[in-house]
């Protein structure tokens, strides 16, 4: 692995490491598997569309979560109903453990009107105000500011809901993001800021694009941070929980930084000449879907025949939105200037 890379600072190993303290309830047998089923559907799921880019299918950028699966997983499950939800260009897998159908999502990649935003937002653009999923944001880092109106929003209504504002190392940088802490911090906004550290900023190493740590940057506006590996289902829960919790008791926006890897490219153009082989298979020995596994297997008592139908219902869900997406039809001309707000 590169030398600085993050990950080196926070624990590692092939098997995650089921919680053992009093802050987190054990998850059941039941939790378990769904949180495995929800990560392995994601993965899957990204697979068939790296495919279906291949073959023409889906076009302009499209970007991959392949590798990431822990980190979105394990937040959404310990979030509550009235939070919401947005993030970057990076978003197939925030979108389906919101709720939303695989059908609806991989329809919207192909660019078809049975798509989620009807075909008209893509890869990068997806949107879901029914899940409380508000993008899905091509400009780097802009959806960070919204993510703080929407802790706002839930401020003003009173309704205990938390705004959960993703974005990735790159866009940690950006200017706005450090107006967004401020206002956040200034106005004690439920704000949980997620840095998504996958090690790159598209092509350029952490060490080379980002001073200091990410989970302090928030420390000049007095906003708690903690670095967490994003690898390790386990962590991330207990660390979101924890986070969530003193968000709720008002204590105002909190950071946590998801040390986590991406193994395919930046987008499907990147031809990844800036890592070696060895960097991206040391960082799979870290597997989150093998560790969530091996700890249902050793921990749980659950067996590979208990986890076989999981994987044919998850296979099968991918080959139906597979199919539905390129059965659904493109959207009607008449849909070019629907929802179109124009300025005069």
Request: hydrophobic share 35%.
């Amino acid at each position: 692995m590169s030398k600085g890379h993050a990950m080196s600072n926070v624990k590692k190993s092939n098997q995650n490491s089921v919680p053992t303290s009093n802050s987190q309830k054990l998850p059941s047998a039941d939790e378990m598997k769904k949180l495995y089923r929800d990560m392995l559907l994601i993965r899957r799921f990204e697979e068939k569309a790296g495919q279906l880019y291949g073959m023409g299918l889906i076009g302009g950028f499209c970007h991959l979560y392949i590798g990431e699966e822990a980190v979105v997983t394990g937040v959404q499950s310990v979030q509550k109903k009235q939070d919401t939800t947005i993030t970057a260009y990076r978003n197939h897998g925030h979108m389906l453990v919101s709720g939303i159908s695989a059908n609806d999502v991989m329809a919207e990649l192909t660019g078809r009107s049975g798509g989620c935003s009807r075909g008209k937002g893509g890869s990068m653009h997806m949107f879901s105000i029914e899940n409380g999923f508000y993008g899905g944001h091509g400009i780097v880092g802009a959806q960070v500011s919204i993510g703080a109106g929407l802790g706002f929003a839930h401020q003003y209504k009173g309704d205990g809901g938390v705004a959960i504002a993703y974005m990735g190392d790159g866009a940690a940088n950006q200017g706005q993001v450090y107006e967004s802490f401020n206002m956040a911090k200034l106005w004690n906004l439920p704000v949980l800021f997620i840095i998504e550290n996958n090690q790159y900023s598209m092509g350029t190493s952490v060490p080379r694009h980002a001073a200091g740590e990410f989970y302090r940057r928030g420390e000049g506006f007095g906003i708690k941070g903690e670095k967490v590996n994003g690898m390790d289902i386990f962590a991330v829960r207990e660390a979101s929980s924890r986070a969530l919790e003193d968000i709720r008791s008002g204590n105002g926006p909190y950071i946590l930084e998801m040390v986590t890897y991406r193994y395919r490219g930046h987008s499907m153009s990147d031809p990844q000449k800036y890592r070696s082989k060895d960097e991206v298979e040391g960082y799979k020995a870290l597997d989150p879907i093998d560790g969530i596994k091996a700890a249902l297997l050793k921990e749980y008592n659950i067996t590979e025949d208990d986890l076989k139908p999981i994987d044919k219902e998850v296979k099968d869900i991918v080959a139906q939105a597979a199919q539905f997406s390129q059965d659904s039809p493109l959207p009607d001309a008449a849909e070019l200037w629907t929802d179109v707000l124009i300025s005069v």
